[in-house]
């Protein structure tokens, strides 16, 4: 059984290539595979193995990597794991070795680390803990959460995290600074699929089961319920949301689907910008939105692209206008869109399975 992980894949080896998982560090600037002999950091664009400790046969299941500094967290995975699962291992890459580990009770589904923060999560409690002494801040619960679903903002000056929330459909956002602010929101009718923050923490992103709408809250507002921004429409048909990533200015959100096609939405007449030839289409139908279904006065994608593959996740690289997609199959592609033709063209291609060089 395989896991989809917000910005990241849990894959169980199901591509025979050894890969266990892969997923982009805080920035997207560069991306981690756990595989059945170890762990894998490689930079994004261009893409080039940074480091990689890969000694014995034994697998790593998830991988989380701060920055692109030394410290990553470790959680064993695959047929023979290197540590237990129920288990996070604090890696220090330049001394090779665990400096610290956390214990838990249950299978860890994620861990999601910032420089002053270690989130845990568990199938249906979050850990919080404070990454200089590892005191723990909080646990709360959380839905059922077999995939992990979990974000946490980089950002120095606001610390915001995103979880599933109590009930079906609902999303908790802890806002953590002098005191503790917790917001909610009911965002979709059936269960929550993705969530994602944009690097401030200011914008959430989330996507359900069904696949076809992606809502977009302020995490800012005052009170208690997070305050719904907008909503963009995927396709009309369901579909499996596999990631939701933000542009590094909050400009651009990308959205990547099992119909094997990344759209790209534009955030800036969201956000009080005006509108431009850059901008999302509207139905033509929109001037009759109080009379017609929701479908005609939806905001679709400014862009969108296919790939090629069947398993994948995607994120914005550092060039402008350009997207990074990495693929369970161990598959890299960079794409560059131009929102006034609004279209995508294929740039760059490359392998990082089993240890392909390019």
Known sequence: QSHTLQMAMQLANEEKNGLLYVGFNQDYTCFVCGTQKGFVVYNSDPLKKRFHREDDDKGIGIVEILFRCNILALVGGGTNPKYPTNKVMLWDDFQNKCIAELDFRSEVRAVKLRRDR????????????????????????????????????????????????????????KIYGTTTQKKTAKAHNSSVRQIALNIEGTLLATASDKGTLVRLYDTTTSGPALSLVTEFRRGALQAEIFNLAFGPKANWLCVASDKGTVHIYSLNEQQGAPTSDTGNRQSSFSFMREVLPSYFSSVWSCAQFSVPDTRYICAFGAEYNSIIVLCANGKYYKYIFDPIKKEARQEGFGSFAEGDEL
């Open 118 to 173: 270690i989130v845990v999560v568990l199938d249906t409690k979050v850990h919080v803990y404070n990454f200089l002494d590892l005191s723990q801040i909080e646990a709360f619960e959380t839905i059922h959460n077999p995939k992990g679903l979990c974000a946490l903002c980089p950002s120095q000056t606001n610390n915001v995290l995103a979880v599933p929330g109590e009930h079906q459909g609902w999303v908790t956002v």
